[in-house]
């Protein structure tokens, strides 16, 4: 089974009606099973958020914005996307060919 992690890479940020806006971030989602890992950069576009959700910029913490990443069907591509890269792993490589 695949265990994930998840690792902000850098914030864009900008100062809007609400300061210190979070605008995007880039997350880097991890998987490892047997020793074997691969990683997927993503990179998340946020909506600006209502009064009500805001959340200060000084107050965020990496657990908010993994929060937010895992909120969505993004996760799930991105799950999918390391899933195939441990698949290409599977078998036994080879540089004797049939045709030679």
């Not at 940020?13 to 047997?34: A, P, Q």
């Not at 792993?89 to 004797?96: A, F, I, V, W, Y």
């Amino acid at each position: 089974m695949i265990s994930y992690t998840y690792q902000i890479l850098s914030l864009r940020k900008y100062d809007d009606t609400l300061l210190n806006v979070i605008k995007s971030f880039k997350v880097r989602i991890t998987g490892v099973e047997n020793g074997e890992s691969h990683y997927v950069d993503d990179k998340v576009v946020l909506e600006t958020p209502s009064k009500d959700s805001f959340v200060e910029y000084e107050n965020i913490k990496e657990e908010n914005l993994i929060s937010w990443y895992e909120n969505g069907i993004r996760e799930e591509i991105v799950k999918y996307e390391i899933q195939q890269k441990f698949n290409l792993n599977k078998g036994n490589q080879t540089d004797s060919f049939p045709w030679v």
